[in-house]
């Protein structure tokens, strides 16, 4: 005999024991094995494939005083985190200082002060707003994991782009947010991490790659900069560039191996070099290392250039 359905509206992600019991699922059918049971009083149906903040939702639906924190909070907000956070699926969740501290399986629990404005509800769950998310992994991470973390706090990307980004939180906003808690724990972090915060890198590795290149002599690459065409039209996207010397930095992940992606590629590469710039496609393990190869990479294409300029050809 087949197992009954689970209602509608309880497929869509996780959701409590209670509020199976009220839709009319009995005990032993939320035992059944098409729903995990992750931690006391927590369900989540395994059919589907329900968003992290659906997954993550009957945390705060325990109670209208829990709150998604730290590791937790930057997966509801999809931040770039390093590969060592990613694999942490333990969940943070977080208590006024004047309540008591969450204790259950796989919950790390806090308790916690939190000023107006920093809890918000996200998709139905109750969460960290974005800025006071970010300062709470300054405990946590190292300067350059938190300059990432940063860089997809404010990453934006403007009208001229083919999808046009506005930013979970400014850097002023993440100013702010250290203003606030000067006691914090790992202030200092936060602090030496904000100034190197910018606008427009899109993953963790193109931040890694602007931070490589910046703490050298070759200077800072401009990130968000355009390429436009004879007609003053948006042409071309780089991930970074060095518009002075018209060079063009695009990191390729892993998708870049898609036959589809390749072929775009392709293009970019071409109508790139059409419009007088040069491409430089940075790897991953260009950026490895105590002397990542990226800095040889770029050197040597910055002085084929020029050579290239003086002859005339």
């Given at each position: 005999?087949?197992?009954?359905?689970?209602?509608?509206?309880?497929?869509?992600?996780?959701?409590?024991?209670?509020?199976?019991?009220?839709?009319?699922?009995?005990?032993?059918?939320?035992?059944?094995p098409?729903v995990?049971?992750?931690?006391?009083?927590?369900?989540?149906?395994?059919?589907?494939?329900?968003?992290?903040?659906?997954?993550?939702?009957?945390?705060?639906?325990?109670?209208?005083?829990?709150?998604?924190?730290?590791?937790?909070?930057?997966?509801?907000?999809?931040?770039?985190?390093?590969?060592?956070?990613?694999?942490?699926?333990?969940?943070?969740?977080?208590?006024?200082?004047?309540?008591?501290?969450?204790?259950?399986?796989?919950?790390?629990g806090?308790?916690?002060?939190?000023?107006?404005?920093?809890?918000?509800?996200?998709?139905?769950?109750?969460?960290?707003?974005?800025?006071?998310?970010?300062?709470?992994?300054?405990?946590?991470?190292?300067?350059?994991?938190?300059?990432?973390?940063?860089?997809?706090?404010?990453?934006?990307?403007?009208?001229?782009?083919?999808?046009?980004?506005?930013?979970?939180?400014?850097?002023?906003?993440?100013?702010?947010?250290?203003?606030?808690?000067?006691?914090?724990?790992?202030?200092?972090?936060?602090r030496?991490?904000?100034?190197?915060?910018?606008?427009?890198?899109?993953?963790?590795?193109?931040?890694?790659?602007?931070?490589?290149?910046?703490?050298?002599?070759?200077?800072?690459?401009v990130?968000?900069?355009?390429?436009?065409?004879?007609?003053?039209?948006?042409a071309?996207?780089?991930?970074?560039?060095?518009?002075?010397?018209?060079?063009?930095?695009?990191y390729?992940?892993?998708?870049?191996?898609?036959?589809?992606?390749?072929?775009?590629?392709?293009k970019?590469?071409e109508?790139?070099?059409?419009?007088?710039?040069?491409?430089?496609?940075?790897?991953?393990?260009?950026?490895?290392?105590?002397?990542?190869?990226?800095?040889?990479?770029?050197?040597?294409?910055?002085?084929?250039?020029?050579?290239?300029?003086?002859s005339?050809?």
């Open positions: 005999m087949g197992l009954s359905p689970l209602p509608r509206d309880l497929l869509g992600g996780s959701f409590t024991s209670s509020h199976a019991a009220a839709a009319g699922v009995s005990r032993r059918r939320q035992r059944k098409d995990a049971i992750p931690s006391r009083g927590i369900r989540v149906p395994l059919q589907g494939d329900a968003t992290t903040p659906a997954n993550l939702r009957a945390y705060t639906a325990l109670d209208d005083k829990s709150t998604l924190t730290h590791h937790s909070g930057a997966r509801i907000w999809e931040f770039g985190l390093p590969g060592w956070m990613q694999e942490d699926w333990r969940i943070h969740v977080a208590r006024d200082r004047d309540g008591s501290q969450p204790r259950r399986r796989n919950v790390i806090h308790r916690m002060t939190f000023k107006p404005g920093e809890v918000v509800m996200h998709h139905g769950v109750r969460v960290t707003s974005p800025a006071r998310t970010w300062l709470d992994l300054a405990g946590l991470l190292s300067v350059d994991e938190l300059i990432a973390a940063g860089d997809s706090v404010v990453v934006a990307h403007g009208p001229d782009f083919p999808k046009p980004r506005t930013p979970l939180a400014t850097i002023d906003d993440l100013r702010r947010m250290i203003a606030a808690h000067p006691g914090m724990r790992g202030m200092k972090t936060a030496l991490a904000l100034s190197e915060i910018r606008v427009g890198a899109d993953s963790p590795q193109e931040t890694r790659m602007r931070l490589v290149l910046a703490r050298t002599k070759l200077g800072e690459p990130l968000n900069h355009v390429i436009r065409n004879g007609w003053g039209q948006p071309v996207w780089p991930d970074a560039a060095y518009p002075q010397y018209r060079l063009a930095l695009q390729d992940g892993a998708h870049h191996s898609d036959p589809v992606q390749a072929a775009r590629d392709r970019r590469k109508t790139t070099e059409r419009l007088g710039w040069t491409e430089l496609r940075i790897f991953k393990d260009d950026l490895d290392g105590e002397k990542p190869f990226v800095l040889e990479k770029v050197r040597a294409t910055l002085q084929g250039r020029l050579r290239r300029q003086a005339g050809t």
